[in-house]
């Protein structure tokens, strides 16, 4: 299968604890996208990604959450510190593109749960 | 920040009948996507729209983006009980290079065989 890819599928920790997630995208997408997702809510864009450079951030991504692209491949999104409002669905999209936009896909999340 | 108002919340129909669903912005959007997903797993896209008043099919499902691109309605014809699930409305606007996308809460369509 060559779609998105996102490990770990499910995550649970303490409060306080840092998590990192995983994300490859399809394997010719330049375009990587987080989203976060709670429960009876669409996804909620939190940052993007062209190749390695990290271009654009939504309010929601607050100091505890950082993102990285370092080879313009696969991304890890890292939460330090976190807290139960951190609990929700963590969806990595990709997508094709240089200027034109073109649909993203998403992979199937990382669900994480804060105890 | 920008909403969509994607209505009904939820719908209950029977198998075999048409099912209606449609989503609004107070803001324009350039490209409208329709997404579908079932528990647990990610959104799947069913139909993009580029261009306002374009009409686009995918086998049962025709979804339209509206002229004032402030809107979009999906249409499922002939539902089947491999329907259910959510389906999402997402906006794009592309001011200053953005690529994110904004969704709207869902409509949860339940099918009764």
């Known amino acids: 299968d060559t779609g998105v890819s996102q490990d770990p599928r499910h995550k649970i920790t303490k409060r306080g604890q840092n998590v990192t997630f995983r994300c490859d995208p399809i394997s010719e997408h330049n375009r990587l996208y987080w989203y976060r997702q709670t429960l009876g809510q669409g996804p909620e864009f939190l940052t993007y990604?062209?190749?390695?450079?990290?271009?654009?951030k939504s309010r929601l991504l607050s100091d505890r959450f950082s993102a990285e692209r370092p080879k313009g491949s696969f991304s890890t999104l890292e939460i330090q510190r976190t807290e139960q409002g951190d609990s929700a669905m963590y969806l990595c999209?990709?997508?094709?593109?240089?200027?034109?936009?073109?649909?993203?896909?998403f992979g199937d999340g990382t669900r994480l749960s804060i105890l | 920040g920008q909403q969509l108002n994607q209505s009904p919340q939820s719908m209950f129909i029977q198998e075999g009948e048409d099912v209606s669903m449609n989503c609004t912005s107070s803001s324009i959007f350039n490209t409208w996507l329709w997404y579908k997903q079932d528990p647990g797993e990610g959104p799947v896209l069913l139909i993009a729209?580029?261009?306002?008043?374009e009409l686009t099919s995918n086998g049962r499902l025709t979804a339209q983006f509206g002229i004032t691109r402030k809107d979009s309605f999906l249409n499922i014809s002939a539902s089947i009980p491999s329907d259910v699930g959510i389906y999402f409305c997402a906006g794009l606007s592309t001011g200053a290079g953005s690529y994110q996308l904004t969704f709207g809460k869902g409509t949860k369509l339940s099918v009764i065989p």
């Open positions: 999209a990709s997508s094709l593109g240089q200027g034109v936009f073109q649909p993203q896909h």
């Open positions: 729209l580029y261009k306002a008043g």
């Open positions: 990604f062209q190749n390695e450079a990290q271009l654009e």
